[in-house]
Structure formats: C-alpha cells, structure tokens
C-alpha cells in the first residue's frame, strides 16, 4: 500500500489528486492531529514525530511512505531515510518528500527568477526549498515568508472567517511587494486556503500547491520504478488513521474533500 503522513488534515490536499490519478492502489493515511501543528516545534521533536510515524506506517505493511508534511519533508525525511533504508532495504521499501517536485515546478514556470514560498516556522527556517531550489538554479532570488498561525486556525476548521482571512493578508503583504511571479504554498495545509492565497496574490502570481504536483511525479516515479510499484496492493482499499478524535476527521474530510471515508481508527503514536 501507500501510506501518507501528515501533521493533521493537510495531508489530504495530497492524497485526494494521487488518489485521482492512480486509483487503483491501496492507500492508508496518518494524520497526527492530536500533536499538530508540527511546524512550531524543534528540529529534533519533529525527527522524533516523524520516526514514529514511520515505524508505525511500516509495521502495517506500507512499502511506499510519502512525506505529505512539507514540515517533516524538510526537517526529518533525509533523516528517517537514512535510519531506516539502510542495508539494502531501499529496493523493498520507500519514504519519499514532497519539496523536490515543487522546487522544480517553480523553476520551470518563473519567467523573472523570483519565487516565494510560505510555509510553517520550521519549513522556512529549514531553508530546505531555497536550497533545493538554488541547487537546481543559483540565479532565482527566492522570498519565504512563515505563517505559524495559518495552521491552527484550519485544524480547527476556522480558515473561513474573516480573522484568518486578515491573518493571512498580513503574511502574504511583504511578498507581494517583491515582485515575484511564483508562490509556493509549501504546507500541505494551505490549500484548504487556496481561493484566498490566488485572491490575495492577484492573477499575475501563479501560485503552486504540492498536491497535484507530487501526483504527476509519483505517477513517473512508479513507472520508472517496478520493484516498489510490484509490491503495493492494488485492492483499491482505503484507510484512515487519527491521533486525534476521529469523528471530527471524517467530518473535516467529507465538508472539505467531498470524500465519503468510515471513520478513521484513533491510533497512539508514542
Ligand atoms: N501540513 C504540514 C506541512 O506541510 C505541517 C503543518 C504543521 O503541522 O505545522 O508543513
């Protein structure tokens, strides 16, 4: 199966277009929710987080783990792969990010070289997508801007009400003002947003999110990748699983992704 891990319900905006594009796999979701969000925490809070959730996805029979969380991709994934695809096992097993894929998007569609990207306290002071970024092209200036409070606000389904809406035209105001062509939502959580992040920002700034993006990439990924494509199950089954409470996740993903899902085990990580 593929497993997908999120701080919260941000992982959502993930797995709904893999799942659109390649319906017929087995899928199972972490969402931490009861510990979200992450992105407040330290380097090594989240390293910890992340490895548990990892070995928990592994023990139920994952082979492919997606790093949906922008803030684990950043801070804990080259760190999970290193501890736990060591030996050989990288040909039965997989944890994969999501920042590549978006770094490379951004890149291709930026016409003047400057890009934004927002994201939560950690991804940003991670620098992780300015070096990916800068890797691929040193010549883009790229402008991060982190909006710690933008998360809360959607785990408790507030991100409609107007004290949200002026929080996050208070973050988005210095990026305007830089003249970039490109925003990176660079949290899985901000396109429950994204009307508003596209209405802010205005047409001439083409803003990107991970979801679509990382589906296009998982599809090649796969192709060109037959002994971890092998091994998922093709049943077409789906499952969610929680820290938190777990009838509110239904009801968060069923209003927001139009996903008619039973209701998701209630599972301890720690
Ligand atoms: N949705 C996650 C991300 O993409 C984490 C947000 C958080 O828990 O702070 O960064």
């Known amino acids: 199966m593929i497993a997908l891990f999120d701080s919260g319900y941000g992982g959502l905006t993930v797995l709904k277009p893999i799942m659109e594009a390649m319906p017929e796999y087995d899928y199972l979701y972490l969402g931490d929710n009861e510990r979200a969000p992450y992105g407040n925490h ?4 989240i390293k910890e987080f992340s490895e548990q959730a990892v070995e928990y996805l592994f023990k139920k029979g994952a082979k492919l783990i997606i790093f949906a969380c922008n803030t684990a991709s950043s801070v804990a994934l080259r ?8 030996g050989g096992e990288e040909n039965e097993r997989k944890i994969l990010g999501v920042l590549i894929p978006v770094a490379e998007e951004a890149i291709s569609i930026t016409k003047n070289q400057k890009v934004g990207v927002v994201g939560t306290k950690a991804t940003i002071n991670s620098k992780t997508y300015e070096k990916e970024i800068h890797q691929l092209n040193p010549h883009i200036k790229v402008y991060s801007k982190a909006c710690p409070l933008l998360v809360p606000f959607i785990e408790e389904d507030w991100h409609k009400k107007p004290e949200a809406i002026s929080i996050l035209k208070k973050y988005l105001k210095p990026l305007k003002s830089c003249n970039i062509d490109a925003l990176i939502l660079g949290c899985t959580h901000y396109p429950l947003m994204i009307k508003d992040f596209n209405r802010i920002m ?5 803003v990107l999110q991970s979801g679509q993006i990382t589906a296009k990439k998982l599809k090649q990924y796969l192709q ?3 002994e971890i494509e092998s091994k998922l199950g093709k049943n077409k089954v789906k499952t969610f699983l929680t820290t938190g409470d777990p009838a509110k996740f239904k009801e968060f993903t069923e209003k927001h992704f139009g996903m008619k899902i039973s209701t998701p085990q209630k599972v301890e990580l720690s």
């Open 224 to 226: 060109n990748h037959p």
């Open 79 to 86: 760190h999970v792969q290193e501890k736990y695809l060591k």
């Open 42 to 45: 330290s380097d090594e809070i």
């Open 202 to 206: 205005g047409q001439k700034i083409k």
